[in-house]
Every structure is written in C-alpha cells, then in structure tokens.
C-alpha cells in the first residue's frame, strides 16, 4: 500500500475532531504557506490531505528538497521525500538539497534516501549535507559523481566526540569544475591528498571548532577565493605555519580575510588584503599595526561590549572592538573579540591609535578614553573626537584622570552609548551644558581660544545652545542603527556604517 493511500485511510477513520485543520479558511492558509521557508513548508506537508496537496502546489515546496533524522524519521517522511525527489525524473530540472544524518541508529537515511539520490545527484546546484558518524560511509557514493552546475556547497561533520572518517577525496570532482562560488565546512575532516580547486570561488568559510588542526587541509584545497572566514580558535601558535597557509596565492585574489590563528597577522601578504578580520583575543599589537594603510589620514572606532559564551550561555565576558580605516575606505581592519584587559592596556592602545596620522576618533568614555587620558597619548592631527556615552557626570566629580593633547581638534561628539550586552539599548541619554563646558577643558589640552563645534547624537541637553566658554555651537543629528543581523550585515560593514558621521563632517 502506497503512503498516499495509507494517509487516506487513516484520515477516513479518524474522528471529526481530527478534522478541524481541514476546515481552515482557504485564503488564510495560503498566506500561512507563503510565509514558509522550504523545510517548514514540507513539515506541514504531513498535517493532512489537504494540507499536502496545498503544499506540493506552492512554487516553494519544489524549490529544496530536505529531510533529517534527527528526530524520528518515519517511513511515511523517506516516501513523501522521494516523491518529492522523483517527479521530474532523473533528468529534470537543477535541485537543491537538505540532508542532515546525524543519528547512525536510523537505517532509513543510509539503506533508502542514500541510494535514491544517487541518480539525482549530480543534477545539484545546492548541496547543504550534515553527516555525522558512519554515516560517511554510506554517502559515499554519492562524493564520486560529479556535479557539474553546482554552485554552493555547504557540509557540516559530527562533532566529537563522534569518530568520524575523512570525507572522500573526489568531492563532487569540484576540481574539474569552474562554477562553485561559496562552500561551508564547518569540522569536515579532509583527506590530505586533495586534488585543489583551480578557480577563484566568491567565499571560502572554514569553522573547525572541533577539530583546529584539519582547518589547513581546507586552506590547501581551496587555495584562493575573494572571502575568506578561517577560525579554529584551539590552535598552538608556538608552531610556524604551514606553508599552504604562507602561500601567496591563498592571498592574491582576496578582499576579506576573517581568521583565528593570530600568527597569519606577521605574514607580510596581510597588508595588500582590503578587509581584515582577526578574531583572536591576543592579537600581536605591532603585527596588526603594519597591516594599517601604509599612508595618509586613519579613522578610528573603540569600544567595549560583553559577549555571551559560544559553549556555554550562561558566561559572560568583556571584549575590545576596534575599526581603523582610511579616507577612502579601502582598507579595513576590525576585530570584535579582542581580551577587554588587551585593549586597555598601554601596549596595545600606543600601538594601534597612530597619533601622528589619526583625524578622527569615536570612543567610548569609560573605560577606555579615560584609559587614553592615563595613557597620556597625544593626538596632534585629531579634528574630530566622538566620545559614546550613557551619561556626562561632570557636574558632581572632577576628571582625574589626565588630558589628551589634541590642538588640532574643532569637532567634538557625543554619541549614545547603547548597552554593554549586544543588542541592548539604551532609550535615552541626556546630559547638561555645564557638564560639557567642564569635561572640555578638563579632559582635553586643545590651543587657546578655539572653541569646538559640538554636536549631539542622539543625545539630549540640558541648557543653551548658545556660543561660550569653549563652545562655538551646538547641533543634532539622529544616529545609526540597522537592526539587521550580524548574519546579514558583517560586523565589519556596520561599523563603517556607524563611522559614517566622521567621515560626512570631513567632507
């Protein structure tokens, strides 16, 4: 008996109660299904008669194939999959597919979906496959047909403490194809006599958490790509690189580097390399300095957040964020998980803030300015300062804490400072004239009867607008926020974005 009649006898001998779905208001379910991504629109699929014959209806419930063991698979889930997968034939239309095997006590993914897809595979131009275990094996087969048209690859291995064998070396014989534009390995262990890929794919990302020593095995196979995301953070760098990794043509076609191990920093080809990512908490200071534009004017962003603990949730700990960029914008470098006691420190701050070529400087007031104040850095050629603040307290306690030698400067900014916990918001921030007419000369050493121009982001004041002491004037202007996800808009990119307003008064 076929699954499509089973499912019509039991729905005949259920009680009317069942049934309710079935009465669901037509218009509205289809406004339900629109809203659906591939993987839940096929889960509804399994509601009811109705239901299915809605789904295979709509243009989105052909567009990926997808099916997972990882809660119980049934038989009546593999027949509606391979319904799914057979009806256009072997020889129809591209696919794109959704396999996570992850339970190797199921036989129905490894002795019926494996072996089905065989013939289909080769038509993919999307594969996203998450095999954990011995499942390796049983998939094999499928790793020895080519996939000529296939342009996004992404394959997740099991995490230990699951043993799991190399994945096999053909790999789709993507080394004889010209079309991949982005893979995802996230702990895949590769064979070492990898045949490399010979174009130029859009993006490479490498996220070996698990297993930090096989993440070159993926660099040797993919030798050059224009984004790049490397991370094993557990890697010993005591040890020299290997020279895969020293290889100049890894670096020759890249514009975006993200990577962990903080020995790629000293190689000398970091510096022609447009955006520059480093993710380690102990960045080597003067590494990352001589991989700053080698000339003209640096902008400058800094700040602390706190951070929730990737393995376990409930820790919390304080990082460095810094962004340097020059007019142009051509050339970045950003680091978000940089050790909080790293950045203040007076090794790191004298090392990355260039005093003599830096125009402009965000910073959050506490704690880091302050630690710029104790430093004692001097900022000759500095014409606009930001400072991000919660509050200006300067009416009840004096700043003791040191000047910053800033003659240059005419623009001095405060900006909202939202909370320490990313994506925490502050409502409002407001502070008084007196408060800045005491902080200026207090904190700043600035030449003898200038006078700044200030200006409020998205901070309220208290007092007149009016010209005196050390203010020459007073305006407002919103501030940035795009609520888009750090998987939407890199890190790197929404600072720039925040840094737009120094760049917009130097025009």
């Given amino acids: 008996m076929s699954y499509h009649t089973r499912r019509q006898a039991r729905l005949s001998m259920a009680p009317s109660s069942m049934k309710q779905h079935s009465h669901f208001p037509l218009d509205i379910l289809k406004v339900v299904l629109d809203l659906l991504d591939e993987f839940n629109l096929f889960t509804v699929s399994h509601v009811s008669r109705e239901w299915r014959a809605l789904a295979r209806c709509h243009p989105t419930f052909w567009k990926q194939l997808s099916i997972s063991n990882c809660l119980h698979l049934t038989m009546g889930t593999v027949e509606l999959f391979l319904d799914q997968l057979n009806s256009r034939g072997t020889t129809g239309g ?50 020895e047909i080519a996939t000529p048209d296939l342009r996004r690859l992404r394959l997740t291995a099991g995490a230990p403490p699951l043993d799991i064998e190399p994945f096999p070396a053909a790999m789709f014989h993507l080394h004889e194809s010209q079309v991949l534009e982005h893979l995802y390995l996230v702990d895949v262990p590769l064979p070492q006599d990898m045949t490399p890929l010979r174009h130029t794919l859009e993006s490479v990302e490498a996220i070996y958490l698990h297993r930090p020593s096989r993440v070159y095995d993926a660099i ?35 514009q975006r580097l993200v990577f962990d191990d903080r020995r790629i920093l000293s190689l000398p080809q970091c510096r022609t390399i447009p955006t520059l990512v480093p993710t380690a908490p102990w960045p080597d200071a003067h590494a990352l300095r001589n991989t700053f534009p080698p000339t ?10 706190r951070r929730i603990g990737l393995f376990n949730p409930n820790r919390r700990y304080y990082v460095g964020v810094f962004t340097v960029t020059n007019a142009a914008r051509t050339i970045i470098r950003h680091g978000s998980e940089i050790e909080e006691c790293y950045v203040l420190s007076r090794q790191f701050l004298t090392t990355t803030i260039v005093s003599e070529r830096l125009v402009a400087l965000e910073v959050e007031l506490l704690p880091l300015f302050e630690r710029v104040c104790e430093v004692g850095l001097g900022l000759p050629q500095l014409q606009t300062l930001g400072i991000m603040i919660t509050s200006l307290p300067m009416e009840t306690e004096d700043w003791e804490h040191g000047k910053v030698e800033c003659h240059a400067l005419r623009t001095i900014a405060f900006c909202r400072r939202d909370g320490k916990d990313v994506g925490d918001c502050v409502d409002a921030v407001c502070i008084t004239r007196a408060a800045i007419d005491i902080f200026i000369p207090a904190a700043l050493e600035i030449s003898d009867g200038v006078q700044l121009d200030v200006v409020l982001r998205g901070v309220d004041m208290v007092g007149g607008d009016e010209r005196g002491a050390r203010v020459a004037s007073v305006r407002r202007e919103a501030i940035y926020k795009d609520k888009r996800s750090r998987a939407e808009l890199p890190d790197d990119e929404r600072a720039l974005k925040q840094m737009g307003w120094m760049f917009d008064l130097s025009a």
């Fill in 94 to 143: 591209h696919i794109e597919l959704r396999l996570e095997c992850v339970d190797i006590g199921s036989d129905l993914m490894t002795s019926i979906v494996a072996p089905a897809l065989v013939p289909h595979i080769h038509r993919s131009v999307s594969l996203d496959l998450t095999i954990g275990g011995t499942a390796v094996r049983a998939f094999r087969p499928l790793f």
């Fill in 296 to 305: 003209g004017p640096l902008w400058m962003r800094l700040y602390t957040c």
């Fill in 220 to 254: 040797a196979w993919v030798p050059k790509a224009k984004f790049s995301t490397f991370q094993a953070p557990l890697l010993d760098g005591r040890e020299p690189l290997p020279r895969t990794v020293q290889s100049a043509d890894i670096f020759a076609c890249l």
